[in-house]
Structure formats: C-alpha cells, structure tokens
C-alpha cells in the first residue's frame, strides 16, 4: 500500500489547504477530500496530492476508504468547517470502521462576546430573532442555512435581507429556490479584507451583519472591524461544540515527525500607505502587506487591511521587542500614513531599527502624501510651493512661525492635526493683516473626504491639510538686514545695527551652524542671524530678567523657531550645551576670560567674534590671542555717526567706537 493510501484530509478550510500544501512540500503523499468543485479548485495541482470531489456520508466514506486500503495504520485528518458538525460526526464514524486513526484540526477560536456583538447557540435562534430587528440584513453564514431562514422569517424581512454567498452554480441556485431576489445577492470569492466588508456595508446600508464564530482564517475579525467602523450590529453564531483536537502546526509535526522550521526575520518594510484607505496604497504596498508574515501600524491604517497577523504599534520600543520574541517571522511591515520620506515617523523607526543588532534588511517604500493628494484634487501643482508640518506641534510659537512663513510665499501647504489649528492659524493670517485663500482637505482618501474652502469644511476630527494662497505675499530683503526699529528695545543695550551686521558677517555661518549668543541683550544679534536660514541654531544666554523678556518678545514678533534662550550664566551654556561651530560675544560680565577659556575646551575650528568698547576688553582679547597662538585674527574699530537734523542743519552725532575682534580658535 503506498503512502497516498494511508493518509488523507477532509477538507473544508483554509487550515486544510495549507496543511495539505505544506505536505506536498515535504513530498508525502496524501489524499485530499473536497465537497464541491470550488474547493477542488483552490487545490494547484501537484504529484503528492490526489484531489476527490464530491459530498460522501458515512457510509460513502466506508466504501472509499474500504476501497483504497485504508487500515488501522492510517491517518484521517479532519480539517472541516468548526460548522460542518455531521460532515465531522460521518468522518469519525468512518475512522472507528476503518479502524483508522482520527485527527481533527481546530481553527483558532477569537472570542466574540463584547460591545456591538449578540451571540446566538444556533442559525435556528437568530432566525426567529431577525423579524424583531429594524433596517438591512447581510448573511455571511454561506447558502446551507438559507432554506431555513426563508421557512422562519417573515416575508418582509427577507425582502431587507442580502446574502453573500460563493460564485458557485450551487449557491446560486439556493438563494433562486429561497426566494432571494438577484439583487440581493452578493456573488463573491474571498477574502474579504475589512475595507471591502465596510464597501458592502455602505452599498447596502447594512444595519445587521451576521456571521459565524468563523475564526481567524475565517475572516471573522475582518468583519468585526466593519461592522464596528459601520455601526452596524454583528451577530455572531456560536460554535456548535468546543472540539478536542490539534492545531495545524501540531498536526504537520505529527505527520511528518518535523517541527515548523524557526524561521530568521530578514526583511522590515517602512512603508508609506498614503492617506489611510485602502484605496490609496500603490499596488508594491499592498503586495508587502499581502506577503508579510506581520504587520503593525496606526489603527485607524490597519483596520483596513486583510493581513496575516497585524498589531496596532508604530513605535520602535513596542516592535523590537515584539520582533525579537518571535521566531515565525520572516518578513514585517510597518505602516505610516502619507509618504515614509515626508514628515513621517518611518524616520524615526528607522534610525531605532539600525541600531538594533539583530537589525535585518530595512526596506523604505514611498506612499501618497497629503499634500500632492490635495493639490491634485485642487487641480494646482506644488513644486512652487512652502511647505510646513505642524502636525503634533500647535504651540503659539509654532502658529506664529507659520504665519510668518505664509506671509512672503504666494503658494504655502501646511499639515496640521486638526480643523482648530486651520482656524488658529487663519486667525493668526488676518490678524497681521495677510490676505489669503485657504483651500482645506479632511479625511482624504475616505469616503466622508471633504475638499474645498476651510470655512465650508464640515466638523469632523482627523488630521488637515490645507493649501494657503497669498496674492499679494510680503517682499523679502535680499540682504536680511534688519533696522534697530524692527526690535523690541525697552532700557536694555542693543548691539547697533551697523556694529550687528558687521559682526554677523565675520562669524562666516554656513547652513546648519549651531551659534552661541553670551549676552544676548534685545536677542538681536541671535534673531538676525536665525532668519539667515532656518537650518541655522542659536542658543541665546542672558543672566538679566528685563533682557530674557525682550528677547522672547523679539523671538515671538520675528517669528523664529530656531533660538533657543537660556536664562542665567554663560557657564551654564559652556556645560550643557554641544560644540558650538561660532560664538558670539556681545557681553560677559567682567568674566571674558574665564569664558574664552571655556569656549575652547569644546575643541578647535570654532569661530568667535567679540564687541569691545574699552581698552581692558580689547587687552583680554589680545593676551588670549597670543597665548592661544591664533594667527587668523581680524580686529576692526568701527566709529558710527548718526547724522541728525537740528533746526535748519543736519549735524552729526557721533557714538563710542566699537572694536570688533574674530578669530577661529
């Protein structure tokens, strides 16, 4: 007797055709028994396998197995529907026969009784239960049960009731014997992922939808999620019977005498989904979700999809640990909405993931961001345009940094996490005086997408993105020089404007510098230098509590998000903060010295630039050069005359000379 004689799976379920492919990977030779044509259809063809087709009762299984030489020696695998409970009584019947040895495989079971959810014992119970319902039905418990329903249930309540049910002649011709019209039968293969069971639920305004207990590979939390997503009610028929048995990966063991080979995590995918539906993810997306043995993401991203196994987690100290538990995992995606390269948070996961040593290959795959999405829908381009995130920071600063932004570009798109924000920041536009267009996007992608003016966009939460176009945008200076009048002044010095662009210009500042400002005074030497570039980083430190309030003022009024002020003794900005590329100093209270001495204990390659007025300060610069050995200095005095008009004449009016010391330690 050959193998295929001895061993053989009554098939009804996904676990049945993954065991019996896994088999023919392994080469072992079996039978596999399906009920109908479809299931013969799911079954590829291959060596080790034989496929019978047909429906066979107790005795019928007798006579088959009888026939092919089925011995106490052999194995029937039961890996039937949890629901198929006679198909399961005729196979342990036909096993006690044979004297054959019965396996039955169990589903994984997910536990259904909780908010929204209202379980049934039997189909029999929640059909004389239906009529007490109002509004749409959908059946997902397949054709067998429908000739009983339509006995039960009233006549108007079949008329509300849509079945969805297999393309199959078969079923087909029960939902015609039942009375079901055509157009309420839904005629699908699966499987269905949730974003398709919540299309069916809207296309049919479903009010009810009833399922099995059908387990994980049954799709049932699938439906689950939409029917939550929809607000509509599931109704759950329970198993028949808690069965004893084995799970697919004990029963592969049994038969093969091989453990499930642990498997090496190789690849983690961060992938952009684009705005959030289904819809939106490009097809090389979908397809490393569909390959992926685990997927994690937002849940709101998640929801939508058909997946192996999914978890709602996006950050790294939730993942890695989860990743390095299991050993059944080659291939993991990670979810994140919009594109993984623009203000996402795969950047982020990213940098976590390469420092993890176990790392393995670390894939980014692009997705479809908000905002070529909105200007697609507005029908504008976007190459032209600003560009700024507020998503997760609404601080005033923040709203003000963006304003300011807004003001000198004709084209700006703003992310941001929420309709109030798209109304602080128009508040913010008309309060100084911008006059702008804002074109707003809400829930894009999904069905309640809304496009069109901020003041029309309907109140819903989820992120928004708008696009802000200013007619008449504000000129800026070529040169950013600014006047003294621009800042904030009060009794507190100022370093003049003439002295303060001089000086800037020896710092020498290059894109991404990070300044020191000792003695910020008014902040106006570390405000100008900020709106140089935005990549630019000042740390501004002043020990007088009257300046420290000028400078947040000057920082608020100019907008700048990229000084940073510390209130107290340079000394505290020697020890805390990082290498500096240039320092300013403006002022140091009698302690220039000790604060030289500092600056170039952070190392060499550092610029400075200090203002003297007296003949002491200028000697401590000197003394510092020689003993430092620096031969790049440039010491220049600047003497500034403003010309004012007294009566008829315009006569001049001269300030104490300026010494502007720079050199590179």
């Known amino acids: 007797m050959e193998t295929a004689e001895r061993l053989i799976i009554f098939s009804g379920t996904t676990e049945g055709r993954l065991l019996s492919d896994r088999l023919c990977a392994e080469g072992l030779h079996h039978i596999v028994s399906v009920a109908s044509g479809y299931g013969s259809d799911m079954m590829r063809e291959d060596p080790s396998r034989e496929v019978h087709e047909g429906r066979m009762d107790a005795e019928e299984m007798c006579a088959f197995l009888k026939a092919r030489g089925f011995t106490a020696e052999a194995k029937l695998i039961d890996a039937t529907h949890p629901y198929a409970v006679e198909v ?192 939106s993810m490009t097809c090389e997306v979908r397809e490393a979700v569909a390959g992926a043995d685990i997927v994690f993401g937002a849940k709101r991203l998640i929801n939508g999809i058909r997946a192996k196994e999914k978890h709602p987690l996006y950050l790294a100290a939730d993942i890695i640990p989860l990743l390095k538990e299991r050993h059944d995992i080659e291939k993991a995606v990670v979810l994140f909405s919009g594109d993984s390269g623009f203000y996402s948070g795969a950047a982020a996961l990213g940098r976590a993931l390469k ?134 002044r009060g009794s507190v010095p100022m370093t003049k404007e003439c002295i303060r662009h001089e000086s800037i210009r020896r710092l020498g500042l290059r894109e991404g510098d990070l300044l020191w400002d000792i003695g910020g005074g008014t902040g106006s030497v570390s405000i100008e230098a900020a709106l140089l570039h935005p990549s630019i980083r000042v740390c501004t430190v002043e020990r007088d509590s009257e300046a420290c309030g000028l400078i947040r003022e000057n920082i608020k009024k100019h907008g700048v998000r990229n000084v940073k002020l510390i209130e107290g003794d340079a000394s505290l900005l020697l020890k805390e903060s ?53 031969k790049d200095e440039e010491i220049v005095q600047l003497a500034v005359s403003d010309i004012r008009r007294v009566g008829a004449h315009h006569i001049p009016r001269s300030g104490n000379p300026v010494t502007i010391a720079a050199f590179t330690l």
Not at 475 to 488: G, H, K, M, Q, V
């Open 88 to 279: 399961s009584r005729n196979i342990r019947a036909a096993a006690e026969k044979t004297g054959a040895e019965y396996i039955r495989v169990l589903r994984k079971s997910i536990e259904a009784g909780e908010e929204g959810v209202i379980l049934y014992d039997s189909f029999r119970d929640w059909a004389a239960a239906a009529d007490t319902f109002e509004g749409n039905i959908l059946l997902t418990t397949g054709s067998k049960e429908l000739r009983e329903y339509s006995e039960i249930v009233s006549e108007e309540t079949l008329k509300r009731s849509y079945v969805r049910v297999l393309p199959s002649a078969e079923s087909l011709s029960i939902c015609s014997e039942c009375g079901v019209d055509a157009s309420h039968i839904i005629a699908m293969n699966g499987p269905f992922g949730t974003e398709l069971n919540l299309a069916i639920l809207k296309q049919y305004d479903i009010a009810h939808l009833v399922t099995k207990e059908s387990g994980i590979q049954g799709g049932f939390e699938e439906k689950k999620e939409a029917a939550a997503l929809y607000g509509a009610k599931l109704h759950v028929i329970s198993r028949p019977v808690r069965e004893e048995g084995k799970e697919l990966e004990e029963v592969f063991t049994l038969l093969t005498g091989k453990r499930p080979e642990e498997k090496k995590l190789k690849q983690i995918i961060l992938a952009g989904m684009g705005m959030g539906s289904e819809a």
């Open 355 to 488: 420092e993890w040593e176990e790392a393995p290959e670390i894939k980014l795959l692009p997705g479809v961001s908000s905002v070529s999405y909105l200007a697609a829908a507005l029908g504008v381009n976007y190459e032209d345009a600003w560009i700024c995130s507020l998503h997760g920071r609404n601080s005033e600063d923040d709203i003000l940094a963006a304003a300011a932004g807004i003001r000198t570009r004709e084209k700006s798109f703003v992310l941001l996490s929420g309709r109030e924000d798209a109304y602080r920041l128009k508040e913010q536009l008309l309060k100084e005086g911008t006059g702008a267009e804002i074109f707003a996007g809400l829930c894009l992608s999904y069905e309640e997408e809304f496009v069109g003016r901020l003041e029309d966009m309907p109140e819903a939460d989820g992120p928004v993105t708008i696009l802000v176009l200013n007619r008449k945008p504000e000129r800026r200076l070529i040169i950013n020089a600014l006047p003294d009048e621009s800042f904030i």
């Open 578 to 630: 990082d290498k500096p590329d240039c320092v300013f100093i403006g002022g140091s209270g009698g302690k220039l010295s000790e604060i030289l001495e500092g600056i170039s204990e952070k190392g060499s390659g550092i610029r400075v630039v200090i203002n003297a007025i007296s003949l002491e300060t200028l000697g401590e610069i000197t003394d510092f050069i020689m003993e430092k050995h620096i």
